[in-house]
């Protein structure tokens, strides 16, 4: 899948990245800082019916969310993490084996940690201030 978008337009975004079929629960987020991955990210989180605020776990790295159905969301923000050893000692693979979503900012921080059955998402910030987002899903 291949859309741009504005910022305002992303909760239709959202929608259409849940509603495609077969969706991998672990997505990586790959885009410069300020692009929008915790945004999107948040507006995801909302689409699948999380209580309450969503907010970046930039200082703790992973934040645990419920949704009204009793799924489990995790939001990784790995940007300060300082290797993979670090990830592995916080059991980060426990997360992702786990069956529930996980959503991973800065997933290049972990390379060999992400699971090879995962779902990317890529976003550009266009010179018009509109984003590129490109899903894999394979």
């Known amino acids: 899948m291949k859309k741009t978008f504005s910022l305002e337009e992303i ?3 959202a929608k259409e990245i849940l509603a495609t079929p077969n969706l991998k629960k672990v997505i990586t987020f ?4 300020g692009a929008g991955k915790t ?3 948040k507006e995801l989180a909302k689409e699948l019916g999380v209580i309450g605020t969503s907010s970046s ?13 009793n799924e489990v ?7 300060r993490i300082k290797d993979e050893l670090e990830a592995y ?7 992702f084996y786990s069956d529930n979503w996980c959503f991973i900012e800065w997933p290049e921080k972990i390379p ?15 010179p018009n201030g509109k984003r590129e987002l490109v899903l894999k899903n394979d």
């Open 39 to 41: 945004t999107l990210i």
């Open 89 to 95: 000692d916080m059991g980060i693979d426990e997360y």
């Open 57 to 69: 776990p930039t200082f703790a790295l992973v934040n645990e969310y419920e949704t009204q159905t």
């Open 112 to 126: 060999h940690l992400i699971p090879l059955d995962h779902a990317s998402i890529q976003i550009q910030v266009l």
């Open 73 to 79: 969301v995790y939001h990784f923000d790995l940007y």
């Open 11 to 13: 909760n239709t975004i």
């Open 30 to 33: 790959h885009a410069q800082m």
